[in-house]
């Protein structure tokens, strides 16, 4: 799972806003986020709550913060510039919620405030009985860039692809033995009988129920994404379902990127779509990771979603474990929420 949770942060950086007198812009020691503040408020090195993007909190702790946005925390613009979650001073919370947040784990403060993650409501519904995903698939996530901006570093100097990151719905194909498996994000998904079942069905159309068995290993995944018709807001404005591949896993082990490629490739499986390939400083050619998240789709004109990270041989990371990294468009998201 992506890490999502209320943390106690440090003020790293503070700097003026080019388009307005009583705000300021700032970040975190350690990560990516920037956010705007009201001048002359925040101090470098002071201690604050750290409230993420899609944090849904009740009403009650909002007005007590005087945070006045509707319903969960976004990814917004005030005048020009991003502001990406919400920070509060730690003493200030201390004092008003009588609470030692210090003493306390993420996951403690977390619940604190009752805080949950948004999730996008899911136009797409699909018939069939959801059980659990098979033994020893877990929930596939990529966690943020943003999190985890020392990782990134770490990345400029080496082979690396990047990916669109595509707005859709998860889907799996597994194999287990002899046992075949379609599965949404954190479920597997078992047919009813008689009713039809999209996932099943776009898994059928593409073959991929096939195509697995040309891979003999008995402990197959392959992870995609499926887009269409009332999926999310079909963005790429396709007429049928279509299921595209992302990563591949055999026998419990995810396969670097090349032969990711080649077995696709072999198999004649279709994915999603490729933007660079190479030295990643060299990629980025004096562009921030938010520049470059910034785009158009290669599936259709419009806004891509953003960009998946990846370095061209598995790396595992005692942060991460696997290294893979996302990056939202925050021009997309502001899109998206508007």
């Avoid at 596939?140 to 020392?150: H, K, T």
């Avoid at 690396?160 to 889907?171: A, F, H, R």
């Avoid at 068995?213 to 008995?218: G, K, L, P, V």
């Avoid at 190479?278 to 419009?302: C, H, M, P, Q, W």
């Amino acid at each position: 799972m992506a890490f999502f949770g209320i943390t106690i942060e440090k003020i790293g950086q503070i700097w003026k806003h080019p388009r307005a007198e009583k705000l300021e812009l700032a970040a975190c020691e350690g990560l990516g986020f920037q956010f705007c503040v009201p001048k002359g408020i925040y101090e470098i090195g002071q201690e604050v709550l750290y409230f993420p993007v899609d944090t849904i909190l009740p009403e009650e702790y909002k007005m007590k913060m005087g945070l006045r946005a509707p319903g969960r925390i976004k990814t917004i613009q005030l005048r020009g510039e991003y502001s990406q979650g919400f920070v509060f001073l730690l003493s200030e919370a201390t004092k008003i919620f009588n609470s030692d947040f210090k003493s306390l784990p993420v996951e403690e403060i977390t619940l604190f405030f009752h805080a949950t993650k948004y999730e996008p409501p899911q136009k797409f519904i699909s018939a069939g009985e959801l059980l659990p995903l098979p033994e020893g698939q877990g929930v596939y996530d990529i966690e943020n860039v943003d999190r985890y901006i020392d990782v990134w570093n770490e990345l400029l100097d080496k082979d690396c692809v990047l990916l669109e990151k595509i707005e859709g719905t998860n889907i799996s194909i597994s194999k287990k033995d002899v046992e075949l498996f379609v599965c949404q994000r954190a479920n597997s998904i078992k047919e009813k009988e008689g009713i039809a079942n999209a996932y099943w069905e776009a898994a059928r159309k593409s073959k991929l129920l096939e195509k697995i068995q040309y891979i003999s290993d008995q402990d197959v995944v392959f992870m995609g994404e499926m887009i269409g018709p009332s999926v999310q807001s079909n963005i790429y404005k396709i007429s049928e379902h279509k299921i595209l591949i992302f990563d591949i896993r055999i026998n419990g082990r995810w396969q670097d990127y090349k032969t990711f490629k080649k077995i696709c490739q072999n198999i004649d499986i279709e994915t999603v779509p490729e933007i660079a390939l190479g030295r990643l400083r060299e990629i980025l050619n004096g562009k921030t990771v938010e520049e470059y998240a910034d785009g158009f789709s290669k599936l259709f004109n419009t806004l891509r979603e953003g960009i998946v990270i990846r370095p061209l041989a598995e790396e595992f990371h005692p942060k991460l474990r696997r290294v893979i990294l996302k990056k939202h468009s925050l021009r997309y998201g502001v899109a998206a929420h508007e």
